[in-house]
């Protein structure tokens, strides 16, 4: 049976599980997850956090990571001012990148969410306002999220990936990791 790992990824922490390239160390997931021949299935930049799955299948990694698949990445972004109706819109429609169009997204602005403080915490600046939204995509470019919000008018200060698919990080703590049984397909 596949072993699969929800990892909540603290901010700063790179998505692998070495740094031998780096002249001053920085934080992978060996110094969290001790488990051997699991991998991650996708990515989490560095400057983002939140949810990370890491399988030992590669057939499940690969249906999880790749695009074709389409299935859904949920985010929660605080962005810097307060995006109204046409900038929504437009991301739900589809914004034009340098790598050409993205998919329709779903997205809406939400309340503050009841999330863990970050370290370093986000830049407060008192003369611009900010605001969360939600947003669901169904593929996974470079940077995509940031670069959708920033496309629209609105960059992103903080980057909380939830959900991937049914799974989601749900009373799991920064640095902090659970595994669960694989069932079914995947949405």
């Given amino acids: 049976m ?16 070495t740094d031998a390239k780096s002249p001053s160390p920085r934080a992978t ?3 969290f997850i001790d488990v051997p021949g699991v991998y991650p299935a996708g990515r989490l930049d560095r400057d983002s956090e939140g949810l990370l799955l890491l399988t030992d299948d590669g057939r499940l990694q690969a ?11 949920t985010y929660l972004v605080q962005v810097e001012g307060e995006p109204d109706e046409a900038a929504l819109a437009a991301l739900r429609k589809g914004v034009m990148l340098k790598d050409g169009m993205t998919r329709p ?10 999330l863990w403080p970050r370290n370093p915490p986000v830049r407060f600046r008192k003369s611009v306002p ?9 593929e996974g470019r470079n940077r995509q999220v940031r670069r959708m919000t920033a496309a629209v008018g609105h960059p992103t200060l903080r980057l909380v990936r939830w ?4 799974w989601a990080l749900d009373g799991i703590a920064p640095g902090e990791w659970r595994e669960i049984a694989v069932t079914g397909r995947l949405s």
Avoid: H
């Avoid at 900010?130 to 169904?138: G, K, P, Q, S, V």
């Fill in 63 to 73: 249906r999880i990571a790749d695009p074709k698949f389409k299935l859904p990445k």
């Fill in 130 to 138: 900010d605001c969360w939204i939600e947003l669901t995509i169904r």
């Fill in 2 to 17: 596949a072993r699969l790992i929800l990892f909540n990824k603290p901010f700063e922490v790179l998505s692998q599980f």
């Fill in 105 to 114: 997204a779903e997205v809406s602005r939400i309340d503050p969410p009841d």
């Fill in 163 to 166: 959900r991937i698919g049914d």
């Fill in 29 to 31: 997931l060996s110094d």
